[in-house]
């Protein structure tokens, strides 16, 4: 804190991380749903090139029209990759390193630890993107 009673940048920063990474976790106990919220709200913050989307459709999710469901997101920011794959009620997380397209490490995670590498990204990116700012908004807000 600087003798003014402001919070210096970094603590301000690491409280928006701290609560973007519980605002992405509110809905991890559903994989299905916290995999949705999770793309949709990326999708929002991100330009469209940084995020993929893996997904299987049934027979049933393409009579209905439904763009099925999601099988991995992959998130591209910088030399940073974050991958999820869900799998029925688990999920496989890693944090991957890349230079010019080239993985140069692979590091596995628990959940807890990639939502938080993904808020502190994202956070990042909010600094100057607009676009990306007004979309954690929202999704702190949860709106």
Same mark, same amino acid.
């Given at each position: 804190? !600087? ?5 210096? =940048?970094?603590?301000r920063?690491e +409280? !928006?991380?701290? @609560?973007? &990474?519980?605002?992405l976790?509110?809905?991890a106990? +559903?994989?299905e749903?916290y995999?949705r919220?999770? &793309?949709?709200a990326?999708?929002e913050? *991100?330009?469209a +090139?940084?995020?993929a ?5 049934? *027979?049933?999710?393409?009579? /209905?029209?439904?763009p099925?469901?999601?099988e991995? @997101? ?5 030399d940073q990759?974050l991958?999820l794959?869900? &799998?029925g009620d688990?999920?496989a997380?890693?944090v991957?390193?890349v230079?010019?397209?080239?993985v140069?490490?692979?590091r =596995?995670?628990?959940l807890?630890?990639w939502t938080?590498? *993904? /808020?502190?990204?994202? &956070?990042?990116?909010?600094?100057s993107?607009?676009? /990306?700012?007004a /979309? *954690?908004?929202r999704?702190l807000?949860?709106?």
């Amino acid at each position: 804190m !600087s003798d003014d009673g402001q919070l210096e =940048p970094a603590a301000r920063d690491e +409280d !928006s991380i701290d @609560l973007l &990474t519980a605002a992405l976790r509110r809905d991890a106990a +559903d994989l299905e749903v916290y995999g949705r919220v999770l &793309t949709d709200a990326l999708a929002e913050a *991100l330009p469209a +090139d940084a995020v993929a989307v893996e997904r299987r459709r049934s *027979l049933a999710d393409r009579v /209905a029209g439904r763009p099925g469901r999601i099988e991995r @997101l992959e998130v591209s920011m910088g030399d940073q990759r974050l991958t999820l794959t869900l &799998t029925g009620d688990r999920a496989a997380a890693e944090v991957c390193r890349v230079v010019r397209g080239v993985v140069l490490s692979r590091r =596995p995670v628990p959940l807890d630890e990639w939502t938080r590498e *993904l /808020a502190a990204a994202v &956070t990042v990116r909010a600094r100057s993107d607009a676009r /990306a700012r007004a /979309a *954690l908004e929202r999704l702190l807000l949860g709106g």
